[in-house]
């Protein structure tokens, strides 16, 4: 059943949730900050896959 419950969810964030906990899944707010957070680490993932300006502290300056 939780599988058919993460299945039918539109929203891979929820599908997640529902696999691991449908405890969990069904409180809104913790969805939420689940997903707040898979974007915070796919933009900081992104950040680091785009080369640094030699200026920035992303990267270290070549020397």
């Known amino acids: 059943a939780d599988v058919r419950r993460a299945a039918a969810a539109s929203d891979p964030v929820e ?9 969990l899944a069904a409180h809104p707010a913790f969805v939420a900050a689940v997903r707040e957070r ?9 950040d680091r896959s785009t080369p640094a300006d030699p200026g920035t502290l992303h990267e270290p300056v070549p020397s």
């Open 15 to 23: 599908a997640l949730v529902a696999l691991v906990s449908p405890t």
């Open 38 to 46: 898979v974007a915070a680490v796919a933009v900081a993932a992104a």
